[in-house]
Nanobody, 124 residues
Framework: QVHLVESGGGLVQPGGSLRLSCAGS????????VAWFRQAPDQEREFVIA????????YSSNSVKGRFLISRDYAKNTVELQMNSMKPEDTALYYC?????????????????WGEGTQVTVSS
């Protein structure tokens, strides 16, 4: 079991960058596939990007490909989300999620552990 806490959200201008962190406690994140999801107002939660336990090539949605990067910090037991060239449509509540199961990487129900989210707002 792992407890997840997101941090790093805030207000950023279009074209700017922001870095989110997902910290794990009561468990090592290296043992889990970790993903980021987001939910904009009045919209369903959607998959953003994920990294497998082996830390191999991440999988990302088309909407963020080439702009968002995911990585692990093994020393800190965190998974980082670097968001670049941000757009107003990136505005959402961002959640990290983790699973030890081999399941469809983009589905919410593939993940067993969730953080409470951190708000990201892209606006001038």
């Amino acid at each position: 079991q792992v407890h997840l806490v997101e941090s790093g959200g805030g207000l950023v201008q279009p074209g700017g960058s922001l870095r989110l962190s997902c910290a794990g406690s009561e468990g090592a994140l290296i043992d889990y596939r970790v993903a980021w999801f987001r939910q904009a107002p009045d919209q369903e939660r959607e998959f953003v990007i994920a990294i497998n336990r082996g830390g191999d090539i991440p999988y990302s949605s088309n909407s963020v490909k080439g702009r968002f990067l995911i990585s692990r910090d093994y020393a800190k037991n965190t998974v980082e989300l670097q968001m670049n060239s941000m757009k107003p449509e990136d505005t959402a509540l961002y959640y990290c999620a983790a699973t030890s199961r081999l399941a469809t990487i983009t589905r919410e129900d593939s993940y067993d552990f969730w953080g409470e989210g951190t708000q990201v707002t892209v606006s001038s």
